[in-house]
Structures are given as C-alpha cells and as structure tokens.
C-alpha cells in the first residue's frame, strides 16, 4: 500500500506532518509527500518522496508572499486574506489533487485539516483517508470555544450560546471556502449532511497533537478523534549553530514569536524591557530571519539574540518560555516543563492560550493589548508562583507517557491495516477491515480497472 500524505508550506504546519510521514517510513511503509513546489526542499530533506501539485497556482515563491503578507495583517483583516487564501488554495488543491493521486498509484491519503474540505476528494474516489490537525483542532459544534478565540470553556447554555453565536457571525466570512467545498460535491454528485460539522471529516481516524490533558474537558468529539501528543523526533533542531560559550549557566527565559507575527520587533522590545536585569536567570531570544539584531532595544547585559535557534536543547535550560502561543512551541516547552507566557494574535494560537490558563500551565496577554508592565507582572506570577512550574511538570510527563509520534504512527498502521505490512513492489493488498478493502476496491476500480492489487 502507498500512503500519500498532503500538507502545506506554512511553518507550523509542513514539519508535523513531514516528521509523521517520516516515522512512517521507517516502519517500512511506502510514502510519498504531495504540496506545493515550495515544500520540495524540505520534504527531499527529511528523505521523502515528494509529489508537487498545484504548480500553476502556487507556484515557486507563493508561499513566501503569503506569509509575507500575513505579517502585516491583523484582525478582521488578516482572516479575512486568510480565508481568502485558503479558499483559493483549497479550490486549486481539489482541482489536482485526483489527477496526483492515480498518477502517484497512492492507495491511502493522510491529510491536514488545515485544508479541511479536500477529504471529499479521497472520499468522492472511495479512498481510505485520515485526517491529522497539526494545528489546534477545530471545533465548529459550538460545545467549545472556535479555536481563534481565547475564551475559556464552559457547559452552560449561555457559553454554548455564546460559541455557536460566535459561529453564525463568521459563516460570512468562511462563506468562499464553504463554497469551494459544496460546489465540488455537488459536481460530484455527493448528497451530503451539511449540518454535521465535522461532515468531511475521515470516520477512519482524526489525530491531534494535542495532548487529552491540555484540552478543555468534554465528551462531545466524534469517536474517531484521537489525542496524541508532539510529533517529535528530536531531529528539528538538533544542528542549529548557537553561541554556548555565551551562557552564564544560570536558567533561561526564552522568548520566540514564530516567523509571521506582526509587529515582531515592538514586542522583542517589550519582552526585553519587560525581563530586564534579572539576577539568576538569563534572556535568549529567537528573532527569525526577517528582523535585525540591532533594533532589539533595553536587552539585559547578558542577554542573548539569535536568528534561529535548537529550541529544544535551550528549553530543557529554561525556567519559562515566551511565546506567541501557536501549538507546536507550547507543546515543546511543556514537553520539558516548562510554563509559558503567551502573546498570541492570530490563528489558533488564542485557543491555546486559553488551554494554557486552563491547565493553569502559565498565563497569556492577546498582542494588542501588551505593554512592557502587564508582561512584567505576568513574568514575575509565573517565575514566582511554583504552581505553574508543578503543572507544566505533569504535562511534560503526561506527553513522555503518551509518545505523540509514535502513537499517530499506530493509529494510521491500524486506519489503513497496515500491521505486519513492508510494501516492496506490486503485490496483492488484503486489508482486515472490510471498509478500508472496499474503499480500496471503489478506488482501483475507478481508476485503473484492476480489482485489488495496488502497485505498493
């Protein structure tokens, strides 16, 4: 069996899925990696397969210009150019996408619900697909908070009321994707339940990477949801250079704010004025590429700024983590216990930052309301407060325990049947589950006319 797997070129969601296609493989498995043509570098990299598609709509460079631009976005506006964004690549993605995957011989799609809606291409070709949120997973029932709002969960009528009111308000804006997904079906000639939010969703398997106890507490997921935890194999950023004679050894604060927020250099500076000159802790920050080093104002004296950085060797030193909230760097940071301080802005990172007060596993200011004394005092509650530290400890335990990669590796093993499976050539593909076989049977028989043997 060929399992392709599909993902984005956006930061944080390409390395997730690039890591689980990588574990994959390792396990003998036959995988391919199919994204746009500005993916190819990393995919090759991580000793994949790669499969571009969607080449004369994105191409070489069109993921840069769309991060670019997000950087000088916010508010209404940026989801706005967002859903916009993604309706286009979406449109673009279900267009190719049935071409790529008979001409790849794939027989299992594993997909990003970062392009929720393209699971009606597997399921319109009667493939067997799964779906993974590298992201914070969505919630488009109401029972909890849309993870673009930072509001804490409650059960009662009202807070339901409330989310789904939220819902209502936005199905304007989401209209152009939620049109691109229901004029393929109605192409397609699939009679669909509209009013099931999770309606495209794969009823083999939905991985997160969230983890069970950094999530809001409810019942009300679809059974096929699975929580798993990081998808991390160490090996992000293992090589990154960084400058170790600089460290006093004393515990670190380490600041990051990903490579597309806004205003970047204004809150470096407010992280720096905030952290100040603080006896027994030093400051490393993480600027990215686009930013100077210079402008980085009111550093403490043996504070450290670097472009990149290997994150997860600086957090295993690390009392506290500053970040702009998206889910990948708090997982690590939890990951080595370490609580956080979050300043999020766009994206699901005002979900997590709720999960973060939640799991009272550190505290969050939104980006614009930040100033250098409200993250001053934020700093000083959580470094001073040993309750964010003792329950950062235990989701850093609860995730060692969990083993995210390895678990999503076993739950796509057991969605496509893959146990005791090492694909080697052309060969017959017999599949336990009787849906996964007659999904694969739909599939060969509409595309090459073959019965059950699958080029593997």
């Given at each position: 069996?060929k399992?392709?797997f ?24 036959n ?8 993916a190819?570098?990393?995919?090759r990299?991580?000793g994949?397969s790669f499969?571009?598609f ?10 840069d210009?769309?991060i670019?631009e997000?950087?000088?976005?916010e508010?209404?506006?940026?989801l ?9 690549t979406?449109?673009a ?7 790529v ?9 594993v997909?990003?619900t970062?392009?929720?809606g ?16 590298t ?6 029932s ?10 804490g969960?409650?059960?009662?009528i ?87 004679e ?12 990903g ?22 802790l ?6 990215g ?6 402008k ?17 060797a ?8 500053i970040?702009?909230g998206?889910?990948?760097?708090v997982l690590?940071s ?5 609580p956080?301080?979050?300043?999020p ?10 999960r ?21 005092s ?6 001073n ?15 060692a ?9 076993n ?24 849906r996964?076989h ?19």
């Amino acid at each position: 069996m060929k399992i392709a797997f599909v993902g984005l070129k956006l930061p944080d969601y390409l390395p997730p899925m690039i890591t689980l296609a990588r574990k994959l493989q390792e396990r003998g498995q036959n995988v391919a990696f199919i994204s746009v043509v500005d993916a190819e570098m990393m995919v090759r990299a991580a000793g994949l397969s790669f499969i571009p598609f969607c080449q004369e709509q994105c191409s070489l460079g069109t993921s840069d210009k769309v991060i670019n631009e997000l950087r000088h976005l916010e508010g209404a506006e940026m989801l706005n150019f967002s859903v916009r964004t993604y309706s286009q690549t979406l449109d673009a993605a279900m267009t190719d996408l049935p071409r790529v995957l008979k001409e790849s011989a794939a027989t299992g799609v594993v997909l990003d619900t970062a392009l929720i809606g393209l699971g009606l291409v597997p399921m319109h070709l009667g493939m067997p697909y799964v779906h993974v949120s590298t992201d914070l997973h969505y919630d488009f029932s109401g029972i909890t908070p849309l993870s673009i709002f930072s509001w804490g969960h409650e059960s009662t009528i009202e807070a339901v009321e409330r989310n789904r009111g939220a819902l209502k308000s936005l199905a304007k804006v989401f209209e152009p994707a939620k049109a691109v997904v229901q004029r393929y079906a109605e192409a397609a000639g699939m009679d669909l339940d509209w009013s099931d939010p999770w309606v495209t969703i794969s009823k083999l398997a939905w991985i997160s990477q969230t983890r069970l106890e950094f999530d809001f507490k409810s019942t009300h997921l679809p059974q096929q949801f699975h929580y798993t935890g990081p998808f991390d194999d160490g090996l992000s950023s293992s090589e990154t250079e960084f400058p170790w004679e600089s460290l006093t050894g004393d515990p670190l604060i380490y600041g990051c704010m990903g490579s597309m927020q806004k205003d970047a250099e204004h809150i470096f500076n407010l992280i720096a004025k905030a952290v100040g000159d603080r006896e027994g802790l030093q400051l490393v920050l993480c600027i990215g590429l686009t930013l100077e080093v210079e402008k980085i104002e009111s550093l403490p004296a043996n504070a450290i700024v670097v472009r990149q950085a290997p994150q997860s060797a600086l957090l295993r030193r690390s009392a506290l983590c500053i970040a702009h909230g998206q889910l990948n760097s708090v997982l690590e940071s939890l990951a080595h216990g370490v609580p956080v301080v979050a300043i999020p802005r766009m994206h699901d990172q005002p979900g997590v930052a709720a999960r973060i007060a939640y799991t009272k596993t550190g505290v969050f200011i939104p980006a614009q309301e930040i100033t250098s004394l409200i993250l001053r005092s934020l700093i000083d509650e959580v470094l001073n407060n040993p309750e964010y530290r003792i329950n950062a400890v235990r989701m850093k335990e609860a995730i060692a325990e969990a083993r995210g990669l390895d678990k999503a590796a076993n739950l796509l093993v057991h969605a496509f049947d893959l146990e005791g499976s090492i694909c080697t050539g052309k060969i017959p593909c017999v599949n336990a589950r009787s849906r996964t076989h007659l999904a694969l049977h739909n599939y060969s028989s509409a595309t090459e006319g073959e019965g059950t043997t699958f080029d593997c």
